[in-house]
Nanobody, 120 residues
Framework: QVQLVESGGGLVQPGGSLRLSCAASGSVRSIVAMRWYRQAPGKERELVAGIVSGGITTYADSVQGRFTISRDYAKNTVILQMNSLKPEDTAVYYC??????????????WGQGTQVTVSS
């Protein structure tokens, strides 16, 4: 099994910054993609940013230029640096990791979610 542990959410004022971290542990052999999603109250879950093997990154238009996704290959960790935060960024943020475990079985795991609140 592969477990994901998220950290770094909290309350921040508009214009501030937060750094989310998600570490994959357990039976990880290889990781194909690491992504961050978010879900605001009353809205559908949406992809915020992703990074795939080779380091190619994608971003939602709403966060382009403000958020940066990066990966620590040695620690199987994905980081989401969020700058210039806006009230509309308020949501529960979820980490998603896809890859293969040590039995060569594909996995697609989700973190427990971390609350990000942007408010003055």
């Amino acid at each position: 099994q592969v477990q994901l542990v998220e950290s770094g959410g909290g309350l921040v004022q508009p214009g501030g910054s937060l750094r989310l971290s998600c570490a994959a542990s357990g039976s990880v052999r290889s990781i194909v993609a690491m992504r961050w999603y978010r879900q605001a109250p009353g809205k559908e879950r949406e992809l915020v940013a992703g990074i795939v093997s080779g380091g190619i990154t994608t971003y939602a238009d709403s966060v382009q230029g403000r958020f940066t996704i990066s990966r620590d290959y040695a620690k199987n960790t994905v980081i989401l640096q969020m700058n210039s935060l806006k009230p509309e960024d308020t949501a529960v943020y979820y980490c998603n990791v896809a890859g293969r475990d040590r039995t060569l079985t594909n996995f697609d795991s989700w973190g427990q979610g971390t609350q990000v609140t942007v408010s003055s």
